[in-house]
């Protein structure tokens, strides 16, 4: 039971490699690693599929009745790895992991910096084609590279459509630098358009 928990932990957490990573990242401060992840997306229907199934196994053989010529005795006293406690510890943890892309952008969070609003003319709004995002989590990593930019006005992420909106004053950053910011969270631009804002 030991072994096919741990194993229905460990495929949940490769499951959640794709947001733990940058997750990971801004807690640290580092930057280019967690886009390079992101090839694990297209397996995690079957991590889950195997998580549920080690943890599934090892839930039946923890409940599953003694046989009949087993001593039903207390002489032996059970290892912590080998019971409920442990396997509910185990399958809680996992359950967590494999939530993680739901909420993983709550972690992420960027507090509300303050904008110094260039005037109207002065704006630039850059539409970023971005590869790699997969979740929340992804966008809030980006975003947050974004706003540690000066003059950025408004940046909006999104992974489902793969794009990044930034609205900035050109006369203190530019679209390189822009660029750059996202390549560091490890995700690749695409393609960038740019127009003047209002």
């Keep these: 039971m030991k072994l096919t928990g741990l194993i229905g932990l460990l495929t949940a957490f490769m ?3 794709c947001c733990t990573l940058p997750l990971l990242t801004l807690m640290v401060g580092a ?7 992101t090839w ?9 599929a195997l998580t549920l199934g080690a943890l599934g196994w090892a839930w039946y053989n923890q409940l599953k009745p003694a046989a009949a010529n087993e001593c039903a005795c207390d ?25 993680l892309p739901a909420y993983s952008g709550w972690f992420n969070q960027a507090p509300n910096p303050l904008v110094q609003v260039a005037p109207p003319a002065a704006k630039q709004i850059a539409y970023i084609s971005i590869r790699g995002m997969t979740c929340a989590g992804c966008e809030q990593h980006v975003k947050s590279e974004i706003s540690k930019l ?3 006005a408004k940046t909006t992420v999104s992974y489902a459509k793969g794009n990044a909106v930034v609205t900035f004053d050109p006369k203190q ?5 822009i660029k750059k910011a996202v ?3 490890g995700y690749q631009v695409v393609a960038v358009k740019t127009h003047q804002g209002v």
């Design 15 to 17: 499951s959640s490699l």
């Design 31 to 37: 930057t280019g690693t967690a886009g390079g992840w």
């Design 40 to 48: 694990l997306e297209p397996l995690r229907p079957y991590t889950i």
């Design 75 to 99: 002489s032996k006293r059970v290892s912590f790895w080998q019971t409920k406690r442990f396997l509910s510890l185990v399958t809680g943890m996992a359950l967590l992991l494999l939530t």
């Design 150 to 152: 000066s003059g950025i």
């Design 173 to 177: 950053t530019s679209v390189s630098r």
């Design 183 to 185: 390549a560091a969270t």
